[in-house]
Nanobody, 131 residues
Framework: QVQLVESGGGSVQSGGSLRLSCAASGYTSSSYCMAWFRQAPGKEREGVAGINSGGSTSYADSAKGRFTISQDNAKNTLYLQMNSLKPEDTAMYYC?????????????????????????WGQGTQVTVSS
């Protein structure tokens, strides 16, 4: 089973940057997709950026042009570079993986930002952006 540990969150002013990291351990080669989600208080969890094992990426409209998802397979680490941060980016950020499992056909390839496609989640890292 894959385990995920996020790091890199913190407090920044509007316009600043942060890079989140997600260290994966376990049977990482079984992951079809990985993604970053966020959840602000009182709001639903939303997809921010995702990447599949083929290297295709997808971004939420709110993240396009500002955030970049990448992965270092040698280090089993997923990253989210966040630039031009805004107060509305304030949330708990979660790393997620969609790993091989019975009766799962890899639908996340075409639904990278859908939480239901992911079966492994990290504990989250808080990002706070002040104006």
């Amino acid at each position: 089973q894959v385990q995920l540990v996020e790091s890199g969150g913190g407090s920044v002013q509007s316009g600043g940057s942060l890079r989140l990291s997600c260290a994966a351990s376990g049977y990482t080669s079984s992951s079809y997709c990985m993604a970053w989600f966020r959840q602000a208080p009182g709001k639903e969890r939303e997809g921010v950026a995702g990447i599949n094992s083929g290297g295709s990426t997808s971004y939420a409209d709110s993240a396009k042009g500002r955030f970049t998802i990448s992965q270092d397979n040698a280090k089993n680490t997923l990253y989210l570079q966040m630039n031009s941060l805004k107060p509305e980016d304030t949330a708990m950020y979660y790393c997620a993986a969609s790993s091989a499992r019975p009766s799962y056909s890899g639908r996340c390839y075409w639904n990278l930002l859908l939480p239901a496609e992911y079966n492994v989640w990290g504990q989250g890292t808080q990002v706070t952006v002040s104006s």
